[in-house]
Nanobody
Framework: VQLQACGGGLVQAGGSLRLSCAPS????????VGWFRRGPGKEREFVAA????????LYVDSVKGRFTISRDNAKNTVYLQMNSLKPEDTAVYYC????????????????WGQGTLVTVSS
């Protein structure tokens, strides 16, 4: 499964962006999908994840209340709505997919997208 993430860009602090993740060539409705990010000079970190049936969601504490992960299996797309963005949210954001339950561990994910850059200016 090849994933394509898009929707990144430059936004001022306090602004919003919505990232999208979709597979090319096949459906991923049976997959849990996670978002990860790598900021400048930082390790890749977990951001959010959603189960295939939308029942389970996970978030890193730093984005709780600001980011919302969702999915539309009919459109074969997973979204990450990011509100109240902060400069520390600046990073390349990656989506990833795995068969099985949601997980915070990047090593648990099998398929990865190429990343989309989010830059939040102060």
């Amino acid at each position: 499964v090849q994933l394509q993430a898009c929707g990144g860009g430059l936004v001022q602090a306090g602004g919003s962006l919505r990232l999208s993740c979709a597979p090319s060539g096949r459906t991923f409705s049976a997959y849990a999908v996670g978002w990860f990010r790598r900021g400048p000079g930082k390790e890749r970190e977990f951001v959010a994840a959603i189960s295939w049936n939308r029942i389970s969601t996970l978030y890193v504490d730093s984005v709780k209340g600001r980011f919302t992960i969702s999915r539309d299996n009919a459109k074969n797309t997973v979204y990450l709505q990011m509100n109240s963005l902060k400069p520390e949210d600046t990073a390349v954001y990656y989506c990833a997919a795995r068969l099985g339950p949601v997980s915070r561990g990047d090593l648990e994910y099998t398929y990865w997208g190429q990343g989309t850059l989010v830059t939040v200016s102060s």
